[in-house]
T-cell receptor, first 111, second 114 residues
């Protein structure tokens, strides 16, 4: 059984650019969610996908968007990057309604 | 709205000492789950425990134990005989509904010194 894997592990972008982060869910899981973790803070919920449809969203602007694919892998896209977007982005997978299993995250730095 | 408070920002202990991490939560739900996760330097959040609000019995798993007190809205975590490998950031979390999404506290950074 493979765990949740995220790529890339580190990324550096400049303000105004766009970025795509990727996540492969744990085998058998049909739900994926994304969290943003700023330095020294707890993770904050961005959104969740179930069977390729968004079914929950936190307090993040529309420039944060996502996709879930038929194999349940997922992407997080962020447009018009801002300095405050610098954070660790964590992906988590689960069976719907069950506990979350997290990946190691992508560290995004916006300069 | 759900809220989780972890008042201890950082704790430092010497190996083999016992340490308790505090968690206080707020919810209007009558039934709910509570979680603890561990985040080692690798960044991955590792699931430790899930408790439901029906069951206030303390739980012990090896060197870990959890004290859930619904009357005080607390769900504290104790590590007995701490080890250097326990060094990590520990998060308490409460779901918005069901099991997800999770509202996390700010975490407690535990450093265990040899």
């Amino acid at each position: 059984e493979t765990g949740v894997t995220q790529s890339p592990t580190h990324l550096i972008k400049t303000r105004g650019q766009q970025v795509t982060l990727r996540c492969s869910s744990q085998s058998g899981h049909n739900t994926v969610s994304w969290y943003q973790q700023a330095l020294g803070q707890g993770p904050q919920f961005i959104f969740q996908y179930y069977r390729e449809e968004e079914n929950g969203r936190g307090n993040f602007p529309p420039r944060f968007s996502g996709l879930q694919f038929p194999n349940y892998s997922s992407e997080l896209n962020v447009n018009a990057l801002e300095l405050d977007d610098s954070a660790l982005y964590l992906c988590a997978s689960s069976l719907r309604g069950e506990k979350l299993f997290f990946g190691s995250g992508t560290q995004l730095s916006v300069l | 709205a759900q809220k989780v408070t972890q008042a201890q920002t950082e704790i430092s202990v010497v190996e083999k000492e016992d340490v308790t991490l505090d968690c206080v939560y707020e919810t209007r739900d009558t039934t709910y789950y509570l979680f603890w996760y561990k985040q080692p330097p690798s960044g991955e959040l590792v699931f430790l425990i899930r408790r439901n609000s029906f069951d206030e019995q303390n739980e012990i798993s090896g060197r870990y134990s959890w004290n859930f007190q619904k009357s005080t809205s607390s769900f504290n975590f104790t590590i007995t005989a701490s080890q250097v490998v326990d060094s990590a950031v520990y998060f308490c979390a409460l779901p918005v509904s069901g099991n997800t999404p999770l509202v996390f506290g700010k975490g407690t950074r535990l450093s265990v010194i040899a």
